[in-house]
């Protein structure tokens, strides 16, 4: 099995704000495991939130990462063996998670869904993200929006809020699902869930910094929408410490590192009794598509990374009617839209 990786510049429809930072483009790491004529992908999308980044995943991969050359090998022997080398970087991880799953899966001929036992359903409706920019361009955002049923719409801006909402309600009355990015203090929370119940919104994400989560608990209390966990969702061993504090959890692969560890955080969310949201960061297809075969056990979508960018160079998961259709192709299913130099 041969190993090989390249970044790839992502460059944004619009400019993606979120109440800490903006960005026009991203540079991800994109990997590939070559065995025979298999061809298995995967992808890292860094956050500078989580301390990760391009350059130290690239120290990590330019230092040899040792594949097992045991034809007989099990998976989780494959995936021990690597992710021992990565350093913790879960958006790593989560890359050579995607790869090795996606070659096991095409190496049993097998779809990666029909191989966790999953079914190939009718899938829920994912959002369509609105990210904070200039307000003038939410009417061709929204214009732009339109074969979703739900926008996610970032909030978190000094004094601004509630002016974006007003002004997506002149051009459409959607379901509106608010993501604060941790950029509420209390009384600017408490005022704004109070507000937003009448704006058709159905939940508020993560109106906290994660290390304020008895605030959180507090605001849930009196909140009367639904408050979910993002920054303070991390991983499994995170529910129990958090489950009281919010209604609802977001996995994203790039958060927990890999496949299997959001399969755990599903069920221990299911246990605990919280709802949950699969989500991801700006991804190309193959971090899209990736997710969308766990979409089967969770409440709700927002898988729409690929759908932000130029120059998504894959293709994988469709939207049908605002719902996602996974591909019925062993693996993850994603296929090379057009050539470009370095990608398999």
Not at 203 to 226: M, R, Y
Request: with cysteine; hydrophobic share 40%; net charge neutral.
């Amino acid at each position: 099995m041969k190993l090989s990786f390249t970044t790839y510049r992502i460059f944004l429809k619009h400019t993606f704000g979120i109440s800490r930072s903006s960005n026009n483009w991203y540079d991800i790491v994109l990997i590939f495991l070559q065995d025979g004529e298999i061809i298995a992908r995967g992808e890292a999308a860094p956050s500078l939130r989580y301390n990760e980044s391009t350059e130290k995943i690239l120290s990590i991969l330019n230092r040899g990462i040792i594949l097992p050359d045991d034809s007989s090998i099990t998976i989780d022997d494959m995936l021990v063996c690597v992710y021992n080398q990565l350093d913790n970087i879960k958006s790593l991880q989560a890359a050579f998670s995607m790869a090795i799953w996606d070659w096991w899966s095409q190496k049993n001929n097998k779809p990666l869904f029909d191989l966790l036992g999953y079914k190939r359903k009718v899938l829920p409706h994912t959002s369509f993200t609105i990210a904070i920019g200039n307000i003038n361009d939410i009417e061709k955002k929204i214009e732009e929006a339109k074969p979703y049923d739900i926008l996610k719409v970032k909030l978190g801006t000094p004094n601004k809020d509630k002016e974006i909402i007003k002004e997506i309600r002149k051009y459409t009355d959607k379901m509106i699902r608010v993501d604060a990015n941790e950029g509420w203090d209390y009384v600017t929370a408490l005022d704004m869930c109070k507000w937003l119940s009448d704006q058709n919104v159905e939940f508020i994400e993560q109106p906290f910094p994660a290390e304020e989560l008895e605030k959180s608990k507090k605001l849930t209390k009196l909140s009367p929408l639904d408050i979910y966990a993002d920054e303070n969702s991390m991983l499994s061993r995170d529910i129990e410490q958090i489950k009281s504090s919010f209604d609802g959890i977001n996995i994203k692969l790039m958060k927990c590192g890999s496949i299997e560890e959001a399969i755990v955080m599903i069920k221990e969310a299911k246990k605990n009794g919280l709802k949950i949201m699969l989500g991801c960061m700006v991804e190309t297809s193959i971090g899209i598509t990736a997710a969308s075969h766990l979409a089967s056990e969770v409440d709700k979508i927002d898988l729409d990374g690929n759908l932000l960018i130029k120059n998504d160079p894959y293709s994988g998961v469709r939207i049908v009617n605002g719902r996602l259709v996974i591909p019925n192709l062993n693996g993850l299913g994603i296929k090379l839209k057009f050539k470009h130099d370095n990608l398999l």
